[in-house]
């Protein structure tokens, strides 16, 4: 079946950085966009970051991280990444990376599998 381990998050200082890694397994990771997503305490499930499938790599980001975070997908380890800089206080949430099937890749009923999340805490 479909898995897809998040790992790497973590607490760290405002101003720092961390790299999230998600690993995929039972599915031709090639062939599938990914994405990351976040979600806070009391709050919805938020679009972080989307990579293209290995045809084609774009990339998108909301304006909240733009500029500081970058995602990556190394296709022969089956990864998918996250460099998260200058973090903030705001960016603290549980982070989940999501295999995309079909829609708005900001949109989170776009995403058919996901992760079990990792935790991200940024400290002020």
């Known amino acids: 079946q479909v898995q897809l381990v998040e790992s790497g998050g973590g607490l760290v200082q405002a101003g720092g950085s961390l790299r999230l890694s998600c690993a995929a397994s039972?599915?031709?990771?090639?062939?599938?966009?990914m994405g990351w997503f976040r979600q806070a305490p009391g709050k919805e499930r938020e679009f972080v970051a989307h990579?293209?499938?290995?045809?084609?790599?774009?990339?998108y980001y909301p304006d909240s991280v733009k500029g500081r975070f970058t995602i990556s997908r190394d296709n022969a380890k089956n990864t998918v990444l996250l460099q998260m800089n200058s973090l903030k206080p705001e960016d603290t949430a549980v982070y989940f990376c999501?295999?995309?099937?079909?829609?708005?890749?900001?949109?989170?009923?776009?995403?058919?599998?996901w992760g079990q999340g990792t935790q991200v805490t940024v400290s002020s």
């Open positions: 999501a295999a995309h099937s079909s829609g708005p890749y900001y949109v989170k009923s776009s995403y058919g599998y």
């Open positions: 039972g599915l031709t990771f090639s062939n599938y966009a």
């Open positions: 990579i293209g499938g290995a045809w084609s790599a774009y990339t």
